[in-house]
């Protein structure tokens, strides 16, 4: 299976090593500091024209290169309630293989989530790589937060609930953000937004994106 078509590896924090999205942010911004600082007052970069003309089905065809379409969402779980309790689990126990099952793949998100998102249509027009791109980073970001907080902690899965009405897209149903109960074995319990926008499709229940409010 092609490295491509897998969710990205997860660390458990804390950890000496930065993740690539943060890698990749950092050089970003070092560059764009870089490329201000070496041009004199007032002139402009050479080239200020952004690719934005690429037809959005070209666009998305790039994306795909190297991924595998699937035949449905993959592993997950079968009802919504079975998606808190183990995205709950995973985390408590810091299971990175479970994580990955729980969550959208990038050939997921290529064939069935971002050709029906409302963001890679007008006024947003997002590409592809760009709205993977932000989605990844915000989820690893809360994910990281997540394990830190909870992980190793014995908690039991309460009850589950997400904020407003589902959100119909194409053959999609997202939810978000969604809260998950839990309580210790001293009775003692609480309730927290831990995921951002989970999605059923096909009757199969992922998470798409682990961002939350615990920064």
């Known amino acids: 299976v092609s490295p491509r078509?897998?969710?990205?590896?997860?660390a458990i924090p804390p950890s000496p090593r930065r993740r690539p999205v943060g890698l990749l942010l950092?050089?970003?911004?070092?560059?764009?500091?870089l490329a201000c600082r070496s041009r004199p007052s007032g002139a402009l970069p050479a080239s200020t024209v952004v690719d934005s003309v690429i037809p959005r089905d070209v666009a998305l065809a790039r994306f795909r290169q190297g991924?595998?379409?699937p035949s449905g969402l993959a592993d997950g779980a079968r009802t919504r309630d079975s998606l808190f309790r183990l995205a709950l689990?995973?985390?408590t126990a810091q299971d990175t293989a479970l994580i990955r099952r729980l969550t959208l793949s990038q050939a997921?998100?290529?064939?069935?989530?971002?050709?029906?998102?409302p963001q890679a249509y007008p006024p947003y027009d997002l590409d592809p790589q760009m709205m993977w791109f932000?989605?990844?980073?915000?989820?690893?970001?809360?994910?990281?937060?997540?394990l830190h907080a909870y992980g190793g902690r014995p908690l039991q899965y309460r009850d589950g609930?997400?904020?407003?009405?589902s959100s119909v897209q194409g053959d999609n149903v997202l939810w978000g953000p969604c809260w998950l109960g839990y309580g210790d074995r001293d009775g003692a319990g609480g309730e927290e937004r831990l995921l951002k926008v989970i999605i059923r499709r096909g009757g199969t229940y992922k998470v798409v994106s682990w961002a939350n409010k615990l920064d």
């Open 26 to 33: 950092c050089l970003l911004t070092c560059s764009a500091f």
């Open 5 to 10: 078509n897998q969710v990205p590896a997860l």
């Open 67 to 69: 991924l595998q379409e």
């Open 89 to 91: 689990r995973a985390l």
């Open 134 to 146: 932000l989605l990844l980073g915000n989820s690893e970001n809360g994910l990281r937060t997540a």
């Open 161 to 165: 609930r997400c904020e407003g009405d």
């Open 108 to 117: 997921e998100f290529a064939w069935y989530y971002y050709p029906s998102n």
